[in-house]
């Protein structure tokens, strides 16, 4: 770790809370995903492909925030964005046509299925990334 990496610590204060539901969001959304891809994929594909997406991307941004460091801290950032979009996007979709899912995504609904947390927490990890760049004098 170079002293530059260690000067951005992601995982203290709000930032532990956040690696915490990140966390239990990976194991759900992987472990879902998993579940319905072997034994029930072609009942809905598109949906539980979005899943493994959504699982995909959780994983990533709990391994950036442990991590640490300015870089992993703007790849969470880029990430958080992109859910964020995806959110909005499946969400959206799911309440325009939802004749296009024959089952639900974590996404769904903008995540209603999961008490609204797939559109809360990029937010807060959106908030919580700027905040803690800002701190050390990136204003991204």
Known sequence: MTATEGTTRLVKGPGMLLVWLYGVMSVGAVSRSIYQIATEF?????AYSLSAVAAVVYVFITYTLVRGGE?????AL???AAELAGVL????????EPSAFSDATVWSDFGYGYVF?????????????????AAQGDCS
Do not use: Q, Y
């Open 89 to 96: 996007v499946v969400g959206t979709w799911t309440l325009v």
């Open 71 to 75: 870089k992993a801290r703007r790849a």
């Open 78 to 80: 880029v990430c958080c």
């Open 117 to 133: 947390i797939p559109v809360l927490l990029p937010l807060t990890g959106i908030w919580w990334l700027r905040r803690s760049g």
């Open 42 to 46: 072609d009942r809905a594909p598109l």
